[in-house]
């Protein structure tokens, strides 16, 4: 009767866990999925409609069903970029040497003027300028780009002494940008070098540099440009982006609210402001739902400027993988924010890899939207068997309707609940066995 009583809670244990495995798998949203090419792994990219669907940021409730309703084993693996590489590109520049505006005599003649393409030309017939200690040099950066550094190639065999740098959009406004120490000593055939003025993203055409210490013997000027490569082989999906939704003035003055529309694992934002020739810094937030607290993502500056050469917009604020629905932008107002109008706001996400087994008979079914659900999904490594797994390709096919979706979790909740019935007929029986066995137990009354 005992190994009976065992053997019988061993098949309640069993009986419970498959139970419990025939669940009805809850989504909200099912959408077919086709395959092609053979498996019995098939691999596809996330599409946009999971993570609109979905209701976890960690995409816990996804699932994939075969055309029994049963779960099938799959894995999700974002998508990594390797970090890209920074080179810094030098260029010569156009450069004059004119009179000090210190010189006595009020405004002296440059000796250069302004072409119509916004470049420095010598004047015809401008008396050369003396070179002396009140001498200046005027650069011509060529357009207004974003400049890392200057470097100044230092003539004769020894200099050391300051240079002061000074920025202008029209050679008549000037602001003082930077100032560094340039040396250049020569000993036993050896030469110290230090040529370099740090700019940290100038983004003015013209320069004037100053030398408290004595003008150098110049031999050319080259500016420095940063330019960001990507990782050669990276396999990476590219960029994707999504426009805002529901882009709307907030409760603060500089405040612009937006949604995601899903988990999408936003990267970057791309902002356009509504007028021409504005500039304006910006704080770039999220959270996870309405009743969170804000949390900074990035900072930076906006820009959308008309020149001659047509216009130029501000790159995308890039930050760390952020898959929240609701964010905003605050714009700092101290200089007239954005103006009139609304920004147009896109976000830039990749797409995660999701590998699943085609266990069972299709069709085969992907659904997201419940955020009770706790994930499933499994290491890449762990899902993938054998020496050499074949894999097909899948793709997202047409949502199903409602009714197709209440007919198959109706008709797994029946099965679930027959389950349970016979569950609990059987703990019945168990308990019945035990309350016979104590019944039936002899009492020793002679102690």
């Given at each position: 009767?005992k190994?009976?009583?065992?053997?019988?809670?061993?098949g309640?244990?069993a009986?419970?866990?498959h139970?419990?495995?025939a669940a009805p798998?809850?989504?909200?949203q099912?959408?077919?999925?086709n395959?092609?090419g053979?498996?019995?792994y098939y691999r596809?990219?996330l599409?946009?409609?999971?993570?609109?669907a979905?209701q976890?940021s960690?995409?816990?409730?996804?699932?994939i069903?075969?055309?029994?309703g049963?779960?099938?084993?799959?894995?999700?693996?974002a998508?990594?970029?390797?970090?890209p590489v920074?080179r810094?590109?030098?260029?010569?520049?156009?450069?004059f040497?004119?009179p000090?505006?210190n010189?006595?005599?009020?405004?002296?003649?440059?000796?250069?003027?302004?072409?119509p393409?916004?470049?420095l030309r010598?004047?015809?017939?401008?008396?050369?300028a003396?070179?002396g200690?009140?001498e200046?040099?005027?650069?011509?950066?060529?357009?207004?780009?974003?400049?890392?550094?200057?470097?100044?190639?230092?003539g004769?065999?020894?200099?050391?002494?300051?240079?002061?740098?000074?920025?202008?959009?029209d050679l008549?406004?000037?602001?003082?940008?930077?100032?560094?120490?340039?040396?250049k000593a020569?000993?036993?055939?050896?030469?110290?070098?230090?040529?370099?003025?740090?700019?940290?993203?100038?983004?003015?055409?013209y320069?004037r540099?100053?030398?408290?210490?004595?003008?150098?013997?110049?031999?050319a000027?080259?500016?420095?440009?940063?330019?960001?490569e990507?990782?050669?082989?990276n396999?990476?999906?590219?960029?994707r982006?999504?426009?805002?939704a529901?882009?709307?003035?907030?409760s603060?003055?500089?405040?612009?609210?937006?949604?995601?529309?899903g988990?999408?694992?936003?990267?970057?934002?791309?902002?356009?402001?509504p007028?021409?020739?504005?500039?304006?810094k910006?704080?770039?937030?999220?959270?996870?739902e309405?009743?969170?607290?804000?949390?900074e993502?990035a900072?930076g500056?906006?820009?959308?400027l008309?020149?001659?050469?047509?216009?130029?917009?501000?790159a995308?604020l890039?930050?760390?993988?952020?898959?929240?629905?609701?964010?905003r932008?605050?714009?700092?107002?101290?200089?007239?924010?954005?103006?009139?109008?609304?920004?147009?706001?896109s976000?830039?996400?990749r797409p995660a890899?999701?590998?699943?087994?085609?266990?069972?008979s299709?069709?085969?079914?992907?659904?997201a939207?419940?955020?009770?659900?706790?994930?499933?999904?499994?290491p890449?490594?762990?899902?993938?068997?054998?020496a050499?797994?074949?894999?097909?390709n899948a793709?997202l096919?047409?949502?199903?309707?409602?009714?197709?979706?209440?007919?198959?979790a109706?008709?797994?909740?029946?099965?679930?609940?027959?389950l349970?019935?016979?569950?609990i007929?059987?703990v019945?029986?168990?308990?019945?066995?035990?309350?016979?066995?104590a019944?039936?137990?002899?009492?020793?009354?002679?102690?």
């Amino acid at each position: 009767m005992k190994s009976m009583l065992m053997s019988l809670c061993a098949g309640l244990l069993a009986f419970s866990a498959h139970a419990r495995e025939a669940a009805p798998v809850a989504a909200v949203q099912w959408y077919e999925v086709n395959l092609s090419g053979s498996g019995p792994y098939y691999r596809m990219r996330l599409p946009s409609e999971i993570y609109a669907a979905s209701q976890r940021s960690d995409l816990g409730d996804v699932r994939i069903v075969n055309g029994a309703g049963e779960r099938v084993p799959f894995s999700l693996e974002a998508a990594t970029v390797p970090a890209p590489v920074k080179r810094v590109v030098p260029a010569p520049v156009t450069w004059f040497a004119v009179p000090s505006a210190n010189r006595a005599g009020g405004q002296p003649r440059l000796g250069v003027s302004i072409a119509p393409d916004g470049s420095l030309r010598a004047e015809v017939g401008a008396p050369a300028a003396p070179r002396g200690a009140d001498e200046s040099v005027l650069v011509d950066l060529g357009r207004e780009a974003s400049v890392s550094g200057l470097r100044i190639h230092l003539g004769g065999t020894q200099y050391q002494g300051r240079v002061q740098v000074e920025s202008s959009a029209d050679l008549t406004q000037w602001h003082s940008v930077a100032e560094a120490d340039l040396l250049k000593a020569s000993s036993n055939g050896k030469q110290l070098r230090q040529e370099r003025v740090p700019l940290d993203g100038l983004r003015q055409r013209y320069l004037r540099l100053s030398w408290p210490d004595g003008v150098p013997e110049i031999t050319a000027i080259d500016a420095e440009t940063v330019v960001v490569e990507a990782v050669p082989g990276n396999d990476a999906p590219a960029l994707r982006w999504q426009a805002a939704a529901q882009v709307r003035t907030g409760s603060l003055a500089g405040e612009y609210l937006f949604e995601s529309g899903g988990v999408y694992p936003a990267e970057s934002v791309r902002i356009d402001l509504p007028q021409p020739n504005t500039i304006a810094k910006v704080s770039l937030q999220s959270r996870s739902e309405a009743q969170a607290s804000w949390r900074e993502v990035a900072t930076g500056s906006v820009f959308r400027l008309q020149g001659k050469s047509g216009e130029e917009r501000s790159a995308p604020l890039q930050f760390q993988v952020t898959p929240e629905r609701n964010w905003r932008i605050l714009v700092d107002t101290r200089n007239g924010g954005l103006g009139s109008g609304l920004p147009q706001v896109s976000l830039g996400w990749r797409p995660a890899q999701l590998t699943f087994v085609a266990r069972g008979s299709p069709p085969f079914r992907m659904g997201a939207g419940d955020a009770a659900l706790a994930p499933v999904a499994q290491p890449t490594a762990e899902l993938l068997m054998g020496a050499t797994p074949e894999m097909g390709n899948a793709t997202l096919g047409a949502r199903l309707p409602m009714a197709q979706e209440s007919a198959a979790a109706a008709s797994a909740s029946t099965r679930n609940i027959v389950l349970w019935v016979g569950l609990i007929i059987a703990v019945a029986a168990l308990g019945a066995i035990a309350w016979r066995l104590a019944r039936s137990k002899p009492v020793d009354g002679s102690r």
